[in-house]
């Protein structure tokens, strides 16, 4: 019998070993979910939700970034845009290149959606293979809406660049810590508000090039990526279809989610993930 769960190793255009992880639907249908995580994180955040699709009728495909979980880990710096243009896009290169899924549906989480949508604003010709998204508490450049947010960000930034890394793990706030270097663009992103890769690229005027149906569903107690934040994100995609989604008490919720208790607690498996479900199949074909 065949595992539900299984570890396939790809290896990117720069010689890197990535994870990517299949979870095998009861059925065999042409129903397929590609799910990646965020920094500071790995496979744990995702499968949860992975394995409630699979029970639905999905065949889920977990991306592990480089550098996390059962991925290889390298000395090397990388960056968001290091997942998105090459990480992300060696996964996709395998999913629909080489396994010919053309009903594909993505989820991710924080910095995963970020590196979702480099992908895709650099990879326009996979678009027609997605048939939906759902961000769970991503946002790039709207994090600051007043001076104590860019003081906030400012000192992390600033911290993290003597460091050389963010504690993440002693803060709380993930399972493993991430350098410098990778977390620098999200604070510039953030503390210009801009939308730009290294090389200038400005990202955020082609996001409305991206027109696949987006539901972000975030967190009422969220300051990573905090409501204002996440419908800027939102709305930079410049689609009416496009829908948010807040997670809180006074939206009839059990209570007001944080970061990561959206994707992963028990009260998310209660009542949040079925709305991305519900998203998928009003999507599907």
């Known amino acids: ?8 190793k790809l290896t990117t255009k720069d010689h890197k070993e990535i ?10 249908n042409n ?11 790995n496979k744990k955040i995702m499968l949860g939700i992975a394995n409630y699709l699979a029970n639905i009728g999905y065949t889920c495909w977990i991306m592990e970034w480089r550098n996390h979980g059962e991925s290889k880990v390298y000395k090397d710096t990388f960056n968001i845009e290091t997942i998105g243009l090459i990480d992300i896009k060696t996964t996709f290169n395998y999913l629909i290149d080489n396994l010919n899924l053309n009903n594909l549906h993505c989820i991710t989480h924080s910095g995963g959606g970020i590196a979702l949508t480099l992908f895709l604003i650099k990879n326009k010709t996979y678009s027609k293979n997605i048939k939906s998204i759902v961000f769970f508490n991503c946002q790039a450049f709207g994090a600051v809406n007043s001076k104590l947010d860019f003081i906030k960000i ?5 911290f993290s660049s003597i460091l050389g890394f963010v ?4 803060l709380g706030i993930g399972v493993q810590n991430e350098k410098y270097f990778t977390m620098k663009s999200w604070f510039d992103w953030n503390l210009t508000k801009s939308f ?7 990202y955020f005027s082609q996001m409305k090039t991206i027109q696949i149906p987006i539901l972000l569903i975030c967190g009422k107690n969220d300051w990573i990526a905090p409501i204002h934040g996440c419908e800027k994100y939102l709305n930079g995609f410049d689609n009416q279809t496009n829908k948010l989604v807040v997670c809180g008490i006074s939206n009839g919720f059990k209570e ?24 998928i199949k009003k999507h599907q074909t």
């Open 167 to 170: 504690p993440a793990i002693r």
């Open 31 to 41: 129903k397929h979910v590609f799910l990646t995580h965020g920094t500071f994180s």
């Open 154 to 158: 400012y000192l992390a930034k600033h």
């Open 196 to 202: 730009k890769g290294i090389d200038g690229f400005d």
């Open 19 to 28: 994870t990517l992880w299949k979870i095998n639907s009861a059925k065999e």
């Open 256 to 279: 007001n989610y944080n970061h990561s208790r959206t994707i992963l607690s028990k009260n998310a498996s209660k009542e949040i993930w079925q709305i991305a479900s519900n998203w």
């Open 1 to 8: 019998m065949q595992k539900k769960e299984q570890l396939i």
